[in-house]
C-alpha cells in the first residue's frame, strides 16, 4: 500500500501522454474524472497546454525568422532549417539550435541598427515579436484533452488552404469522439467545409450559417460538404428547415423555396426551371471544398440536402430524419413538410416524394436487390432525437443531509447510523467499543446501502450489499469507538454542553476541516459507510451526473494515525496512509462515472491497533457534486408562426 500520486503530477503524465499520442481510453477517462473534479488540476491541465501551443508556435516563429534571413541575404549561426511543412527537399524539421556569435558579445558602439543587424539579435527579436503574438494568442484558447489541433497535409504549392466556415456547433451532450487514430476531434465551434463530426456517442447539434438545424447521434459519421447539407455515413441525423427564408441556402431563389413541381433532375445537376441558370448543386456528388489550395465563395445551393451512400435526401421545407446503418442503406422520416428521396443509381423510378409522417427506405431484398420502398403512414417516429437536453449547472448534495436522514438537499445533522446493526443513531451515548459483525445494511436510510467493521484479520471483507469485497484493509481490534455521526458547523450552547465529553465536539473552532461550514461527518476506527448512487439518481431525477464526492479529511487527535479508504463499486479510488492531527485538513476527492452504483468511505487503524481509540476522523464539508438538469425554456414564437396563428384566427 502506498500512497495515491499527486493530481497534479498525475494530470501532467496524462498529459504528456495526450500530445505524444500514446494515451490508452483507460488514460483518458482517468484524465476525464480528475479534471472534473478537482479545480487546481483543471487549471494545471490548460496551462499545460498553453505551454505546449505557444512552444509550437514559438518554432514557427524561429522558422519564419530564418525564412526572413535567407530573403535579405543573411547568414544565419543556427543549424540548417528544413522546410517547416516537409513539402522541400530538407530533412524533417527540427528545432533549430542558437550559437552566440562573437558579434553578439561586441561593445554596441555601432549604434541600436547596427547592433539588431547583427544575425542572431535580428532572429531574436522577429522571433520574439512572434512569439509575443502568439501568447497573448494562447492565452484565449481554451483546450481540452481531446481537442487537439488539427494537422492538414500541405497543399502542392506549400500554401496551406484557407477554411471555409459555413455554421457553427450551438449544442453537446455527453459527445464521446470516435476512437478511430487517425480522427481529430474539432478544436473549435466553427464549422467549416470538409470537416468530419466521427462520434462514438452523444449528440452534437450543427447550425448552419443558413439556419438550418442538424442533430446528430453516435455513433455517426458525417461531413459537411456544403454550405446547405453534407454526407451521412453512419448513424442518425435530425434536419430542421424552415419554410421560406429561414434555414435555407441563399441563392439566387429569394425564398429559397422551390416548388415539387419546378425540381427536376438532369444528369446528376439540379434545375429549376425559370430564368436564372443552373445551379451546380452538392446533392450528388461528394467533395469536400475545404482543400482547395484558393477556396472559391461558397456555391449557392438553395435546398438542404442530406447524401448517404444509397440516397440522396432532398429537403423542400421540412423537419426530417436520416439513418444509415453499417451496410449503408438509408431510413428517412419526414415529421413535417415535404422530402425528395432518390436512390442513387437506381434510375428514373427511383425517386419518391415523402410527406408528414411518411418513411421510405433504400434497404437490400435477396441479396445483390436493392429498392426504394415508401412504408406509408408510420406516425411520430420515435428513433430520431428531435430536441437537444437542456443544459445542466454543477450542484452539490449534502452528505450530513443525507447520512441523517434527508435527501441532500437541506441541512439535517444530528443524527447518525450504528455501524453494528444499521439501525439510526439518534443520541451520543457512552458505552463500550461497538463490536462487527458483518455488512448491515440500512434499511431506514433509502440513500444509504449499508456499514460495517473492517479486519483485514478476516480475509474478504464486504463493502456493498452487491457482494463487492475488498482483501486489502489492514488487521485491526474489530470495533469502532462511537456510531457515525452528522455533527453541524455551528453547535447550540444546549448540544455542546450535552456532547462536550465526546470526541467530535472537540474541534469547534477547527475551521481548517470545515472551510465551507457545511459541518463534520465523524468517523472514528475503524469503520466503513457506503451509499447507494442509484437510490440518489431516483431521488433526484434532474440529476445528469454524479461527477464525484469532495470533502477535507482531518485527525482530531495528536495521537491518532488512521488510514483512509474509498471505493467505488468495490474499486478503489483513494487510499491515505498516516493520516495524524499535523497534516491539518487534507483535500480527498473520490470520481465518479455514469454507472457508479455504490461510494464506500472507510477509516482504519493507521499504526498500532491497541491505540485505536486515538484515531478520530472526520470528513469535513463531504458533499456530492453533480450536475443538475435546468428547466428548459420555452422558444419564442417564429415570426411565421404568428402569420400562422393569424390566419387561422
Same mark, same amino acid.
Given at each position: 500500500?502506498?500512497?495515491?500520486?499527486n493530481?497534479a503530477?498525475?494530470?501532467?503524465?496524462?498529459?504528456?501522454?495526450?500530445?505524444d499520442?500514446?494515451?490508452?481510453?483507460?488514460?483518458?477517462a482517468?484524465?476525464d474524472?480528475?479534471?472534473?473534479s478537482?479545480?487546481?488540476?483543471?487549471?494545471?491541465?490548460?496551462?499545460?497546454?498553453?505551454?505546449?501551443?505557444?512552444?509550437?508556435?514559438?518554432?514557427?516563429a524561429?522558422?519564419?525568422?530564418?525564412?526572413?534571413?535567407?530573403?535579405?541575404g543573411?547568414e544565419?549561426?543556427?543549424?540548417?532549417?528544413?522546410?517547416?511543412?516537409?513539402?522541400?527537399?530538407?530533412?524533417?524539421?527540427?528545432?533549430?539550435l542558437?550559437h552566440p556569435?562573437r558579434g553578439?558579445?561586441?561593445?554596441?558602439s555601432?549604434?541600436i541598427i547596427?547592433?539588431?543587424?547583427?544575425?542572431?539579435?535580428?532572429?531574436?527579436?522577429?522571433?520574439?515579436?512572434?512569439?509575443?503574438?502568439?501568447?497573448?494568442l494562447? !492565452?484565449?484558447?481554451?483546450?481540452?484533452?481531446r481537442?487537439?489541433?488539427?494537422?492538414?497535409s500541405?497543399?502542392?504549392?506549400?500554401?496551406?488552404?484557407?477554411?471555409?466556415?459555413?455554421?457553427?456547433i450551438?449544442?453537446?451532450a455527453?459527445?464521446k469522439?470516435s476512437?478511430?487514430?487517425?480522427?481529430?476531434?474539432?478544436?473549435?465551434?466553427?464549422? %467549416?467545409?470538409?470537416?468530419?463530426?466521427?462520434?462514438?456517442?452523444?449528440l452534437?447539434?450543427i447550425?448552419?450559417?443558413?439556419?438550418?438545424?442538424?442533430?446528430?447521434?453516435?455513433?455517426?459519421?458525417?461531413?459537411?460538404?456544403?454550405?446547405?447539407?453534407?454526407?451521412?455515413?453512419?448513424?442518425?441525423?435530425? %434536419?430542421?428547415v424552415?419554410?421560406? !427564408?429561414?434555414?435555407?441556402g441563399t441563392?439566387?431563389?429569394?425564398?429559397?423555396?422551390l416548388?415539387?413541381?419546378?425540381?427536376?433532375?438532369e444528369?446528376?445537376?439540379?434545375?429549376a426551371e425559370?430564368?436564372?441558370?443552373?445551379?451546380?448543386s452538392?446533392?450528388t456528388?461528394h467533395?469536400?471544398?475545404? #482543400?482547395?489550395?484558393?477556396?472559391p465563395s461558397?456555391?449557392?445551393?438553395?435546398?438542404?440536402?442530406?447524401?448517404?451512400?444509397?440516397?440522396?435526401?432532398?429537403?423542400?421545407?421540412t423537419?426530417?430524419?436520416?439513418?444509415?446503418?453499417?451496410? !449503408?442503406?438509408?431510413?428517412?422520416?419526414?415529421?413535417?413538410?415535404?422530402?425528395?428521396?432518390? +436512390?442513387?443509381?437506381?434510375?428514373?423510378?427511383?425517386?419518391?416524394?415523402?410527406h408528414?409522417?411518411e418513411?421510405?427506405?433504400?434497404?437490400?431484398?435477396?441479396?445483390?436487390?436493392?429498392?426504394?420502398?415508401?412504408?406509408?403512414q408510420?406516425?411520430?417516429?420515435?428513433?430520431?432525437?428531435?430536441? +437537444?437536453?437542456?443544459?445542466?449547472?454543477?450542484?452539490?448534495?449534502?452528505?450530513?443531509?443525507?447520512?441523517?436522514g434527508?435527501?441532500?438537499?437541506?441541512?439535517?445533522?444530528?443524527?447518525?447510523?450504528?455501524?453494528?446493526?444499521?439501525?439510526?443513531?439518534?443520541?451520543?451515548l457512552? !458505552?463500550?467499543?461497538?463490536?462487527?459483525g458483518?455488512?448491515?445494511?440500512?434499511?431506514?436510510?433509502?440513500?444509504?446501502d449499508?456499514?460495517?467493521?473492517?479486519?483485514?484479520k478476516?480475509?474478504d471483507?464486504?463493502?456493498d450489499? %452487491?457482494?463487492?469485497?475488498f482483501a486489502?484493509?489492514?488487521?485491526?481490534?474489530?470495533?469502532?469507538?462511537?456510531?457515525?455521526?452528522?455533527r453541524?458547523a455551528d453547535?447550540?450552547p444546549?448540544?455542546?454542553?450535552?456532547?462536550?465529553?465526546?470526541?467530535?465536539?472537540?474541534a469547534l473552532?477547527?475551521?481548517?476541516?470545515?472551510?465551507k461550514?457545511?459541518?463534520?461527518?465523524?468517523?472514528?476506527?475503524?469503520?466503513?459507510?457506503?451509499?447507494?448512487?442509484?437510490?440518489?439518481?431516483?431521488?433526484?431525477?434532474?440529476?445528469v451526473?454524479?461527477?464525484g464526492?469532495h470533502?477535507?479529511?482531518?485527525?482530531?487527535?495528536?495521537?491518532?494515525?488512521?488510514?483512509?479508504?474509498?471505493?467505488?463499486?468495490?474499486?478503489?479510488?483513494?487510499?491515505?496512509?498516516e493520516?495524524?492531527?499535523?497534516?491539518g485538513?487534507?483535500?480527498?476527492?473520490?470520481?465518479?462515472?455514469?454507472?457508479?452504483?455504490?461510494l464506500?468511505?472507510?477509516? #482504519?487503524?493507521?499504526?498500532?491497533?491497541?491505540?485505536?481509540?486515538?484515531?478520530?476522523?472526520?470528513?469535513?464539508?463531504?458533499?456530492?457534486?453533480v450536475?443538475?438538469?435546468?428547466?428548459?425554456?420555452?422558444n419564442?414564437?417564429?415570426?411565421n408562426?404568428?402569420?400562422?396563428?393569424?390566419?387561422t384566427?
Amino acid at each position: 500500500m502506498t500512497d495515491p500520486p499527486n493530481n497534479a503530477d498525475r494530470v501532467l503524465v496524462l498529459a504528456e501522454s495526450i500530445f505524444d499520442n500514446t494515451a490508452a481510453e483507460k488514460e483518458l477517462a482517468e484524465l476525464d474524472e480528475v479534471l472534473l473534479s478537482d479545480a487546481g488540476s483543471r487549471k494545471r491541465y490548460t496551462d499545460y497546454c498553453r505551454l505546449q501551443v505557444a512552444l509550437r508556435i514559438e518554432l514557427r516563429a524561429q522558422h519564419a525568422a530564418g525564412n526572413v534571413h535567407r530573403r535579405i541575404g543573411i547568414e544565419t549561426a543556427a543549424a540548417p532549417l528544413a522546410d517547416f511543412d516537409g513539402s522541400g527537399d530538407g530533412a524533417p524539421f527540427s528545432a533549430p539550435l542558437i550559437h552566440p556569435t562573437r558579434g553578439y558579445f561586441k561593445k554596441a558602439s555601432s549604434g541600436i541598427i547596427g547592433y539588431f543587424s547583427q544575425e542572431l539579435p535580428l532572429s531574436l527579436l522577429i522571433a520574439s515579436a512572434i512569439m509575443g503574438m502568439a501568447i497573448l494568442l494562447a !492565452g484565449h484558447i481554451e483546450v481540452t484533452h481531446r481537442q487537439i489541433a488539427e494537422r492538414s497535409s500541405p497543399s502542392p504549392s506549400g500554401v496551406e488552404p484557407t477554411l471555409v466556415y459555413v455554421g457553427r456547433i450551438t449544442g453537446i451532450a455527453g459527445v464521446k469522439w470516435s476512437e478511430d487514430p487517425n480522427y481529430i476531434p474539432p478544436i473549435s465551434v466553427g464549422v %467549416a467545409l470538409g470537416r468530419k463530426y466521427k462520434l462514438k456517442s452523444g449528440l452534437l447539434k450543427i447550425t448552419y450559417d443558413s439556419g438550418a438545424n442538424v442533430i446528430l447521434e453516435g455513433p455517426c459519421s458525417y461531413e459537411v460538404d456544403s454550405t446547405a447539407g453534407g454526407y451521412l455515413a453512419l448513424g442518425k441525423l435530425f %434536419a430542421k428547415v424552415g419554410t421560406g !427564408g429561414e434555414g435555407r441556402g441563399t441563392g439566387e431563389v429569394v425564398s429559397g423555396q422551390l416548388s415539387v413541381t419546378s425540381v427536376k433532375e438532369e444528369g446528376g445537376r439540379m434545375k429549376a426551371e425559370g430564368n436564372r441558370p443552373n445551379v451546380d448543386s452538392l446533392a450528388t456528388r461528394h467533395q469536400p471544398l475545404a #482543400t482547395n489550395p484558393s477556396p472559391p465563395s461558397p456555391l449557392p445551393s438553395p435546398l438542404f440536402t442530406v447524401r448517404t451512400p444509397t440516397s440522396v435526401v432532398t429537403d423542400l421545407g421540412t423537419e426530417f430524419g436520416v439513418e444509415v446503418d453499417g451496410r !449503408g442503406y438509408t431510413v428517412s422520416h419526414v415529421f413535417h413538410g415535404v422530402v425528395r428521396m432518390e +436512390m442513387i443509381g437506381g434510375g428514373e423510378n427511383a425517386v419518391l416524394l415523402l410527406h408528414e409522417n411518411e418513411s421510405a427506405s433504400i434497404e437490400s431484398y435477396g441479396g445483390s436487390t436493392v429498392t426504394l420502398a415508401k412504408k406509408g403512414q408510420s406516425g411520430d417516429d420515435s428513433r430520431f432525437v428531435r430536441r +437537444m437536453p437542456p443544459p445542466s449547472k454543477l450542484g452539490v448534495l449534502d452528505i450530513l443531509d443525507i447520512v441523517s436522514g434527508g435527501d441532500g438537499l437541506g441541512a439535517a445533522r444530528g443524527a447518525g447510523i450504528d455501524p453494528s446493526s444499521g439501525t439510526k443513531a439518534v443520541d451520543l451515548l457512552h !458505552g463500550p467499543p461497538i463490536d462487527g459483525g458483518g455488512y448491515r445494511t440500512v434499511d431506514w436510510n433509502p440513500l444509504v446501502d449499508g456499514a460495517f467493521i473492517p479486519d483485514g484479520k478476516a480475509g474478504d471483507v464486504q463493502i456493498d450489499s %452487491a457482494g463487492n469485497v475488498f482483501a486489502g484493509f489492514p488487521a485491526t481490534t474489530a470495533v469502532t469507538h462511537s456510531p457515525i455521526w452528522a455533527r453541524a458547523a455551528d453547535v447550540s450552547p444546549t448540544e455542546h454542553a450535552r456532547y462536550k465529553t465526546f470526541w467530535m465536539f472537540n474541534a469547534l473552532g477547527n475551521w481548517q476541516y470545515m472551510p465551507k461550514r457545511r459541518g463534520l461527518l465523524a468517523m472514528h476506527a475503524n469503520v466503513g459507510l457506503t451509499f447507494d448512487l442509484d437510490a440518489i439518481r431516483r431521488a433526484h431525477p434532474d440529476i445528469v451526473r454524479l461527477h464525484g464526492f469532495h470533502a477535507w479529511i482531518g485527525m482530531m487527535h495528536e495521537k491518532g494515525n488512521a488510514e483512509i479508504w474509498a471505493f467505488a463499486d468495490g474499486m478503489l479510488k483513494y487510499h491515505r496512509k498516516e493520516l495524524v492531527e499535523v497534516n491539518g485538513g487534507v483535500s480527498i476527492d473520490v470520481p465518479l462515472n455514469q454507472d457508479s452504483r455504490f461510494l464506500t468511505l472507510v477509516v #482504519t487503524d493507521g499504526d498500532e491497533p491497541s491505540r485505536d481509540q486515538y484515531d478520530w476522523v472526520v470528513f469535513g464539508d463531504p458533499v456530492l457534486r453533480v450536475a443538475i438538469r435546468q428547466p428548459e425554456q420555452a422558444n419564442p414564437t417564429t415570426k411565421n408562426e404568428k402569420e400562422e396563428k393569424n390566419k387561422t384566427r
